[in-house]
């Protein structure tokens, strides 16, 4: 009954300790960034987009001019030592930002905004090709005579958009920085998109057309008891057995070897009432055990919620939540006749053992064998039907679960087969 309180004690603990930790990232060359649409803020941190701004502040920038020597020499030396850094974990990533990057930008644009030549346009095909191809080499023309002065080696040229992160993937601090820089970039993407449309005077939804809407239709108690489902049978029943099998040995391997079976044996009481006897107690046992235990999980759930609200995790709070009332009473309602069914086993596996040490050898035989029927309804493509109903201690798993969902038809048209 102490396990679950000492299971949430842990795990508050642990979340104390738990909280996301800023990474440091070294851009290089963030003057060659497009001044129309900054990255960085004048103070040389990451500018908060929309939707990033706890994100942003997660991420500490250490900016590096671009060096005054663009020598093919000096970019592989300035990658090879972005590369040292971050193996030597001064950096958690490295960013580098090519000269031309931005004409590359403005080439991109180009491309995207020029008309398009089709035999079917209103202006001739001819002039619109020759329209493009004069733009497409005084762009070319830009950029070549920038690559004139500032040759770039292969192992950075290779960067079709003027952009290289470096990271060391084995590191989690380094993923890490990874992933936030990307979901940094990708919404800069996005903002840049959005603006070179609306230069041009197209709709920016014309690179999203369609715009899905969501809607749950569910209730959150029923959200909550879905994952309750699931969870709960599978520990009550898991108790109920444990619960049921020690008591079993101590009446059967236990009075053998204290001597007290012959006696009972001896006295005027009937065999199918000695039987009897044993059976109900193991049961009183069984359904006890289970009961303390879903009552200690249900408290422990109650207060890691309130915790967890607390402090702000209102998700985790809101999927989890208290356990619903109904679920327990059909919990109860399934306990019954699973801990007479589990009872019935520990005794009768008790009875073949001549001590309460051999008795403990047939624990985990009987726990191989009901385990797995009652993980099973735990899998999520299956569903209470004919054929799950059908298969012992599942079925009343499966049919207990739809009365906790709410499914009470479903429940109710495979209930005489299960029963």
């Not at 930002?97 to 590359?104: A, K, R, W």
């Amino acid at each position: 009954m102490l396990l679950y309180p000492l299971l949430g004690m842990l795990m508050m603990q642990i979340a104390q300790f738990h909280r996301e930790y800023t990474v440091s990232i070294r851009v290089v060359g963030a003057e060659n960034w497009p001044a129309q649409s900054p990255l960085l803020d004048a103070h040389q941190q990451l500018i908060p987009l929309r939707g990033l701004e706890k994100l942003t502040r997660l991420v500490e920038i250490e900016s590096v001019p671009w060096p005054s020597d663009d020598s093919p020499e000096a970019r592989a030396k300035l990658e090879q030592a972005s590369r040292a850094a971050v193996m030597a974990d001064v950096v958690d990533a490295v960013l580098l930002i090519e000269p031309e990057f931005d004409s590359l930008l403005q080439l991109r644009a180009a491309h995207a905004t020029t008309p398009d030549p089709r035999p079917d346009s209103r202006q001739d095909a001819g002039q619109v090709t020759e329209h493009v191809v004069e733009q497409d080499s005084r762009l070319a023309a830009e950029i070549s005579a920038d690559k004139t002065t500032k040759p770039a080696p292969e192992s950075l040229s290779d960067t079709e958009d003027g952009l290289e992160l470096i990271a060391n993937l084995a590191r989690d601090n380094s993923k890490i920085a990874q992933a936030r820089l990307s979901t940094v970039l990708d919404q800069w993407r996005a903002n840049w998109v959005v603006s070179q449309l609306s230069a041009v005077g197209m709709n920016p939804r014309l690179v999203e057309p369609i715009m899905l809407t969501e809607t749950d239709t569910s209730v959150s108690s029923v959200r909550r008891a879905m994952l309750w489902s699931k969870i709960l049978p599978f520990v009550m029943l898991v108790w109920a057995l444990t619960g049921a099998f020690y008591p079993a040995i101590d009446l059967c391997a236990g009075e053998k070897e204290r001597g007290t079976l012959e006696t009972l044996l001896s006295s005027p009481a009937r065999r199918r009432e000695i039987v009897w006897g044993k059976l109900l107690t193991i049961s009183v046992f069984s359904i006890g055990s289970a009961l303390l235990n879903l009552m200690s999980m249900h408290l422990t759930a109650g207060i890691i919620v309130n915790q967890l609200a607390s402090q702000g995790s209102t998700e985790i709070a809101s999927v989890l939540g208290p356990m619903p009332i109904h679920a327990f009473g059909w919990l109860v309602l399934l306990l019954i006749p699973m801990a007479a069914f589990f009872s019935a086993l520990a005794l009768a596996v008790a009875a073949l053992a001549r001590s309460t040490k051999e008795g403990q050898y047939y624990l985990m035989p009987l726990l191989m064998v009901t385990l797995p029927l009652v993980a099973l309804p735990m899998l999520p493509s299956l569903q209470l039907n004919l054929g799950t109903s059908l298969v012992p201690v599942s079925g009343a798993v499966f049919l207990v679960r739809s009365l906790i969902e709410g499914r009470y038809t479903e429940a109710l048209v495979h209930l005489p087969v299960v029963v």
